[in-house]
């Protein structure tokens, strides 16, 4: 079982599920990140969490993120710091 504290959150008038992973998650295949992300939002609909997820690292001083295109501009604006101290839900994956 894997857990991770999350944000979810409302923002732009969209459910968004904010997943912060290791800065490893930047080294896998585009395949593997797809398998990745589509198994996140399966958890988290099986959790009963609306919204779509997005994934986040941080690598350097750079925050990554993987969205909907309309949605790069907000997350642009975020700072590691921010995400992170807006974290708040725990999702249990099996």
Known sequence: MSKFKI??????GQDMIIIPLDAQFHYKSESEQSDIIDELQLCASSAGLAGIVVVVWCLGNRVHFIAPEP???????????????????ELTCD
């Open 7 to 12: 944000a979810h959150l409302r923002e732009q």
């Open 71 to 89: 949605w790069h501009p907000f997350f642009r604006s975020l700072s590691w710091n921010t995400i992170m101290a807006n974290l708040n839900k």
